[in-house]
């Protein structure tokens, strides 16, 4: 082997280090516009529309009111342990064969449910669940969920349900 092949072997190895440098180079720069792309593709947009969109609709949720005779009702900070203690006894007699207090059985769980509607939608459940089931989105959705099994009317006077809203808050 003489000198000149070595010489240009060492050429054609520096070539094909230039060569990869370079190829890594290509793709770092290709990579880089991919992420940008990921970044700002209208999918990810629509995902943070999705974000708001959800927020408005839990929002659209607790100022729902529901259908039937509760048209406004404010509740006190303080909550009334006597009313509490009444509004158990009354779920106890009347509604615990369908609702566990912390798990889905027949109908739903109360537990946390005064995150999710607003208390005058829950009375107006309790005194006109026939017509909330038809009328009210919420509970039309909830009689699909629980495979179109109703929720009876109770006959519960507005006093009694207001009891049970007040057991619920502590639920
Ligand atoms: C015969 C079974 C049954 C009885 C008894 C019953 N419920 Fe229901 N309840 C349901 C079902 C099932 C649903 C879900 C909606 C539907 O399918 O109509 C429901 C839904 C509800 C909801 C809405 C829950 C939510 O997460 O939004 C409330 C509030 C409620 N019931 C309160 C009561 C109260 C208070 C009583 C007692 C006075 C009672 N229920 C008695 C079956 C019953």
Redesign the pocket.
Known sequence: MGICSKIKRKKITKKMKKLSIISMLLLLVIACKEYKQVISSPENKTLKEEVVQEETANAELTQNKGIGPIKSITLASEIDQELVTKGEE??KL??A???KTDKRY???A?AG?ME??SPEW?MN??LN?DQM?KEDP??KD??M??N?????N?N?TEEQ?RA?LEYFRTL
Do not use: K, T, Y
Request: positive net charge; aromatic residues 2%; proline residues 12%.
């Open positions: 009354i779920h009347m509604c064969a369908c609702h027949i109908g739903p109360p449910i999710r509607r829950i459940m309790i669940p089931v919420i509970a909830l009689l969920e629980f179109g099994s109703p929720m009876n109770q519960l349900a049970i």
